[in-house]
């Protein structure tokens, strides 16, 4: 999960945004180095990132 600044409406505060909807509006923001600096040779890459990623937080 990301804390993110909602600005967009009447209400401004933290919200918090799961990454299956962020990264994919940001692109590799928030992932670890060794994820984020490889070189992306598919269109929908940033699904594999954030499956890693995931597998990633659970062994942690």
């Known amino acids: 999960m990301f804390i993110c ?3 967009d409406d009447e209400y401004d505060r933290p919200i ?3 990454e299956s909807f962020l990264i994919p509006a ?5 992932l ?3 994820i984020a600096s ?3 040779q598919y269109e929908d ?4 990132y954030v499956d890693e990623y995931e597998e990633q ?3 942690a």
Do not use: V
């Open 5 to 7: 600044q909602d600005s």
């Open 16 to 18: 918090m945004m799961p």
């Open 26 to 30: 940001i692109h590799h923001a928030g």
């Open 32 to 34: 670890p180095d060794e």
């Open 38 to 40: 490889r070189d992306a």
């Open 45 to 48: 890459s940033w699904k594999i």
């Open 57 to 59: 937080k659970k062994g």
